[in-house]
């Protein structure tokens, strides 16, 4: 086992004595504080429950208002394979859930020699899995109980903890260079086969994978992710990945076919190989605690000085760009007059 691998299965370890399963099921069907969807949408017809206009019109519902900020921007989108063009808009990704299956930007997938030949040389410029990555206007912070959710147009075939789920693993960063990934369980078995796209999982068997909470149908609901759960990882201990200020969230997808593992070196399965809306479908990402904003603060550390001036530096000239790379006056770019922000607030 690599280095990498042995601190997160020491990571996990710490992480699945406190918070076991079984985990919560796709509409909150099986009892888990730890981890239960956190509804997109609220109202009269119930937690959960979205307006989707024409086919789910749910009078009086309303947006969750414990979502203080949505994604604002995409950095990257690098999708996999089978993706087609409708669904290869990254743009959809950014904005409140809607509880429309429609609304989604696809990551594809990998075919069997595709994984081979990824595994065989990661760092290639060979197939890799999918992902996206988003900055945010606000700050992410470690606060009370889940800190950012990740909403995919998962569903239920039955109400049952059986779904129809295309996962991915989450990632989080600081300076949108070095990512922390959470730490994730899957007990979910092997299914019968080579391969097995329209296949159903029991998801109370997994932890802290996106994508196993149902978003489709006029059901809205996020898989909630908690910074705490990064307090063992490399990148946080030595300080790269800062749990209080967190500006870009990366969703990879994980080709379902048991080469990719969970945090404990288990296999993780799902629908696979699917095609068209291939792979991990993200529709939103909502944050839930959020750091207050200090104009010039481009670190999130509640200070206005050098090491915001060291960022703005770094990424002069840069569009479009996130409050976290120096862009404080929300135009998108990074210019004279955000120097002038962190020169009228340095000091704060």
Partial sequence: MTRSGWMSAVIFAAVAAAWAGPYAGPLGSVPNPYDQGIPGWVGPAGDGVAHVDP???????????????????????????????????????????????????????????AIAAYLADPDGPGPHPGSITLSFDATITDGPGADLAVFENGFSRSGSPQFFAELAYVEVSTDGAVFARFPARSLAVRPAGNSWPYVSIDVTDVYNLAGKHTNAHGYSWGTPFDLADLAGDPAVLDGRVDPRAIHFVRIVDIPGSGDFLDAAGAPIYDGWVTYGSAGFDLEAVGVLNAASFIPGDADGDGDVDLDDFVILKQNFGLAPASRGQGDFDGDEDVDLDDFVILKQNFGT
């Fill in 55 to 113: 086919w789910y019109p749910n009078p009086g519902q309303v947006l969750n208002d414990a979502f203080v900020a949505w994604a604002a921007g995409v950095v990257a989108y690098l999708p996999g394979s089978d993706v087609d063009a409708d669904w290869s808009d990254p743009g959809k990704a950014l904005g409140p859930a809607t509880g429309d299956e429609f609304e989604i930007v696809s990551l594809g997938d990998l075919t069997a020699a």
